[in-house]
């Protein structure tokens, strides 16, 4: 569902819940559950993630085929050498989401919130290899991100472009590298210069393993999600669990609710609370 959209009926709804007056309650506190202090007020935008994001159990089963899995596909491969698997183990920017069709973007934006945008680290030589070498927050160079037009136009992108992956793998020589630049760049040392910052700014750990491993694709693990420590698989997604956690992410608890838990020292939960109450009225009990 476009931005537009999403402002245009929430603009409408809370105009209702409010009767046209100004807000008693911040959004992000309306939104949030009943129990949690809040009013249990739909948010249109994390339903519209909830829904998109649920077709990414589609989009990773390969029994399934449909023309829209090819569309995706499409665009990741001319990102790089990744594929509908591997896309949201990787970091895209916001100028690649903003080129994928309407209903991409709001899956990879509702992925980005879900996931509050951290990406696990890669484990292996196959999920290292689908790493792009730009804009990666895992390759940083003086805490920021590598950037480097020659090479993309000359289709270097991912780790894969620049490593020798036959038996033991390791990174490619200088002269490998000089003739895929040859035609963008004639100058050696600039392309020599660029190639030694982007192995020099890749992590240690994985110079370890690249130099270490043999490079299979079947090292490629089903993708999940990482909640509290926990992994969640695509299989477990459903449109009420993934609002759930989306609203998780997003709404917050009322001043006064958060008063109480602070001056209770315990987090409050209204449903306990409410049958205690119940409780001690029937008993015709004080609480103290």
């Known amino acids: ?20 007056k100004p807000p008693s309650i911040q959004y992000k506190s309306v939104i949030n559950h009943k129990f949690n202090g809040g009013l249990g007020f739909p948010d249109i935008q ?11 159990k589609k989009l990773l089963d390969p029994s399934q085929c449909h023309i829209w899995k090819s569309v995706i596909n499409y665009f990741v491969t001319e990102h790089g050498n990744s594929n509908a698997t591997d896309i949201f183990k990787l970091y895209f920017s916001k100028s690649f989401i903003r080129k994928l069709p309407p209903f991409y973007q709001v899956m990879f934006n509702g992925w980005d919130v879900i996931t509050q945008f951290k990406r696990p680290a890669p484990q292996n030589l196959y999920e290292m ?3 792009p070498l730009f ?4 390759i940083v160079r003086n805490n920021k991100v590598l950037k480097c037009d020659l090479f993309s136009k000359c289709g270097i992108n991912t780790i894969y472009d620049i490593i020798y992956y036959y038996g033991i793998s390791s990174f490619l020589p200088l002269s490998s590298l000089l003739e895929d630049c040859v035609e ?6 600039y392309v020599e210069k660029m ?3 982007i192995k020099s700014s890749i992590p240690t750990e994985w110079k370890i393993i690249i130099e270490s491993e043999t490079y299979s694709n079947k090292d490629a693990p089903k993708p999940y999600l990482l909640l509290d420590d926990e992994k969640i698989g695509f299989d477990n997604f459903t449109t009420k669990f993934l609002y759930k956690v989306l609203l998780e992410r997003k709404a917050v608890k009322p001043t006064g609710f958060l008063y109480w838990e602070h001056n209770l020292k315990k987090e409050l939960n209204w449903s ?17």
Request: glycine share 0%; net charge negative; with cysteine.
């Open 1 to 20: 569902m476009p931005d537009d959209v999403n402002k245009t009926l929430s603009k409408l709804m809370l105009e209702f819940l409010w009767n046209n």
């Open 46 to 56: 994390s339903k519209s993630y909830a829904f998109a994001l649920k077709w990414l």
């Open 129 to 131: 290899s689908i790493q």
């Open 135 to 138: 804009n990666n927050p895992f």
């Open 184 to 189: 963008c760049e004639p100058n050696p040392d």
């Open 195 to 197: 190639f030694e910052i």
């Open 272 to 288: 306990v609370t409410c049958k205690n109450v119940v409780d001690s009225y029937k008993d015709c009990k004080i609480l103290s």
